[in-house]
Nanobody, 118 residues
């Protein structure tokens, strides 16, 4: 399983970025896919998640600003980030979860750096 994240970069406060995560296989094979982030000196935290059924969940800090979506044909999930704030600066990681015969498996992408600064 490979998860390839892309789309990070430097953006000014109030700007937008779109992250993408391409999976090596069908994303419909996962129970959920998610974006996490880790800022310097902080623990990794869940940003957004999309379940197999298409339901989405967001951290309170990004609700109304970030939108997670998926393209089943392209085996890709996206994170549209609007109204970015300096506190959104972090390395963003793509994550996939799968349960096989009751055993949970978690997969991580390599991370993409988002820097929000003027």
């Amino acid at each position: 399983v490979q998860l390839q994240a892309s789309g990070g970069g430097l953006v000014q406060p109030g700007g937008s970025l779109r992250l993408s995560c391409a999976a090596s296989g069908s994303i419909l094979g996962y129970n959920a896919m998610a974006w996490y982030r880790q800022a310097p000196g902080k623990q990794r935290e869940l940003v957004a998640e999309i379940t197999y059924g298409g339901s989405t969940n967001y951290a309170d800090s990004v609700k109304g600003r970030f939108t997670m979506s998926r393209d089943n044909t392209a085996n890709t999930v996206h994170l549209q980030m609007n109204s970015l704030k300096p506190e959104d600066t972090a390395v963003y990681y793509c994550n996939a979860k799968r349960v096989v015969v009751g055993t949970p498996f978690t997969y991580w992408g390599q991370g993409t750096l988002v820097t929000v600064s003027s």
